[in-house]
Nanobody, 125 residues
Framework: VQLQASGGGLVQAGESLRLSCAIS????????VGWFRQAPGKEREFVAA????????RYADSVKGRFTISKDNGKNMVYLQMNSLKTEDTAVYYC???????????????????WGKGTLVTVSS
């Protein structure tokens, strides 16, 4: 499975942005797909995850109510809709896949086996 994140850019605080994650290869129903981010000088952190089969999702507390993860199984795409962006959301955003995500959506980056290149989101004040 290969993943490619896109859609980053420069926005002002309060605005919205949608990130896309294109997935190629054979992704099974047992998979989960997650979004992570890494801000300058900080460790990479969990943002959101979704089950490939079904609708279960999980969010970091810092983005609950502002971000929405969704997917289009037919197009092999996962999205991250980001609303009410804050300057602290500035980071490089990555999507990643977990072979056993169906059983439990995980927040630890070490549980994800395949990663795409990140896309930079910059939120100005």
């Amino acid at each position: 499975v290969q993943l490619q994140a896109s859609g980053g850019g420069l926005v002002q605080a309060g605005e919205s942005l949608r990130l896309s994650c294109a997935i190629s290869g054979r992704i099974l129903n047992s998979y989960g797909v997650g979004w992570f981010r890494q801000a300058p000088g900080k460790e990479r952190e969990f943002v959101a995850a979704v089950r490939w089969a079904g609708d279960a999702t999980r969010y970091a507390d810092s983005v609950k109510g502002r971000f929405t993860i969704s997917k289009d199984n037919g197009k092999n795409m996962v999205y991250l809709q980001m609303n009410s962006l804050k300057t602290e959301d500035t980071a490089v955003y990555y999507c990643a896949s977990d072979r056993s995500g169906y059983y439990r959506l995980k927040s630890n980056q070490r549980d994800y086996q395949n990663w795409g290149k990140g896309t930079l989101v910059t939120v100005s004040s």
